[in-house]
Each structure stands twice: as C-alpha cells, then as structure tokens.
C-alpha cells in the first residue's frame, strides 16, 4: 500500500446568472414561499437558460476558474471525472467536452452517474486514481443542468432543484491530510421511488413518451426523504465512528443539499452544532452533482488547514455515502 494521499488542492464553482426564486414559483405552480423556505430550506435556485446551453457551459467555467486559482495550464491534467445526470449529450462523455473546451489535450475522462451522490463517487474514483501513483492531478466535476428534466408543473418536485457545477483538484501528498476514508453504498430497489422514465434505452424518446410528461424527475418525495434522513446520518456517524472521532473533531459537515431537514438531522446525529454544517441550499435549490464541491466553493475561506470534514450524500439510485478528509490548505 503506497503512503500517497488523495487531497484537494484546489475548488470552484459556477452557478448561472438567471435565478427562478420562490416567488416566481408562486406564479407557475400551487405553492407559497412559506411553504417552500419552512418545507425545504430553499430560497431561490439558479437556472442556465438559452438555447444549445448544456451541463458543460457549467462545467467548463468552474473548471477554467480552478486551474486559474492553482496557477496551472490544463495541459497538466491527467484524468476529469465529471458526475452528472444530465450530460451534454447520451455520448459522448461531457468529461471529453469539458477537455475538449478548455484544452486539456493529455487528459482523459469520462462521466459517472451516481444522481446526488455523483460528487462523493467520483472524489473516491479520483482519489484512487492518484494513491495508484500514476496520476498527478486529477478534476472532479460535480455538475447537473436539473431544468433540463424538471417538470415545471409538478410542484412536488420543480420547487427543489437548480443549476449549478463545481469542481476540485485532486494531488497527491504524503502529509497527514487529504482523502482518508469512504463509505459509499448504493440500493437499486430505489429505482421506484426516483428516477427518469424515458430517454434510456428500456424506453427511447417517442412522441409518446413526450405527450406522457416521462423524460421528467419522478420522485415520492416522502419515501425519498425518510430513506435520506436514515441512511445520510448513519452513514456520517459510520465514517467518524471508525475513524475513531466524535462530533467534536470535526470542523466541518458538507452535506448534500437536497433539503434542510434532512441536513438538520445528519448534524444531530453526528453531534454538530448548525455552526459547523455548510449551508447554502437557500441560494441554490439541490443542484444534484453539483451541492458538495458548491458548498466547499463557498466556505473555502473558512477551511484550514488540518480541518476535519465529512462529506455526506444521498440521492437517486438509491445511492449515498460518506468522505472523511483533512483539509490540505490554509485560506490565501
Ligand atoms: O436530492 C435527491 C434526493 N431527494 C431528496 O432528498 C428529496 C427528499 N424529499 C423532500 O425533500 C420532501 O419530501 C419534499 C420537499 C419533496 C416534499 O416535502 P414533504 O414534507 O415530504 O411534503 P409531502 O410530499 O408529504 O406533502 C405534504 C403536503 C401535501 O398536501 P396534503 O396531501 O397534506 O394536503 C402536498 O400535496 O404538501 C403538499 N405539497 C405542497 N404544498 C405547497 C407538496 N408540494 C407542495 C408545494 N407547495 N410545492
């Protein structure tokens, strides 16, 4: 087994500049504000309009702005992981659009689905793919253009989710921090209570299955909830507890933002003050892939070096899991 560590060298994220806030919700569906921010946490979302527009018009910003903030050509990269559930196209891989676009001529890449948790699977591939030695910097992008198969009439759904990307860089070191454990699992009877009917290959695009609204997120939402509120905690107290650490080591909880009740409950079960937990669900909706490398892109200035954190997800599939890093840098 190599000493060689996983860490995060560098974060960004992109948001679109349009905003679809609850208000504007109000007008195109049966619901209130209140009803929204009390239920949800959710404030407003981000949403990338304009034709021809696609997951990796996300991306490839998020991406350029981190090479930017590490002083790196994208030459450099070796490998981009890019978790999505809404790529440019079935194939090829956005991963090859994304090199393509910002000139990552030695790189390759591919996409990863894991719905929300695409994020979390992604970091473990990439941090493997750097402890194997062969790979000296790697991108993880967590990005999801979720209007794209959102259904603005359904009310129970279109209130939760945004637009949005993020993206770290992976290096190895052989100092005490970077990636050092994982829990991740996955549950396929989840299918039934969230998924996309049409566009794969069990049901291909018809006119069909357009006139039937099925190219759109389905999901029991309360199902969905009860299982997220369970396996998110558990799974967060899981990798602190084998790791030998209470709720007191660590600095900070990045949990998936899909809704703040379940954020609230992962924290109590790990025994961490609102303080220590990222939040910005009220700015961006749940952006699916995108949650965690946006929260990380937002606190950065906080994080030091050494810090504590957990990564935590869960979302379709079903998929979840939990990260436990040290911090690899101090604030510039
Ligand atoms: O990120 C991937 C995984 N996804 C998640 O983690 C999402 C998990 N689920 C949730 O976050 C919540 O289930 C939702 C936010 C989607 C829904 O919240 P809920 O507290 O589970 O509401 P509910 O579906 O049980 O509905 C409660 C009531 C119902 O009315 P009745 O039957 O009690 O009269 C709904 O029809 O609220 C009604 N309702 C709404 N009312 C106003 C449902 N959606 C809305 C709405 N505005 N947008």
Redesign the pocket.
Known sequence: MSNLRAAITAVNGYVPDDELTNFD?EKM????DE??RS??GIETRHILKGEGKGASDMAVPAVEGLLKKRGIDASEIDLLICATVTADYVFPATANLICDRIGAKKAWGYDLSA??SGFLYALETGRRMIECGQYKKVVVVGVDKMSSIIDYTD??????FGDGAGAVLLEPTTEEVGIIDSILRSDGSGFDY?HQKAGGSVLPPTHETVDNRLHYVY?E??T??KF?VVNMAEVSYEVMERNNLTGDDIQWLVP?Q??K??IDATANRMGLDPERVMLNIQRYG?T?AGTLPLCLHDYESQLKKGDNIVLAA???GFTWGAIYLKWAYDPS
């Open positions: 919700l569906v049966d619901t209130t009803w929204i239920r949800t719905a929300c009310r129970t759904t279109c209130i939760i969230l999901q939402g309360t969905v909830f997220a998936h899909a809704n009740r379940i749940n699916t869960f979302g379709g």
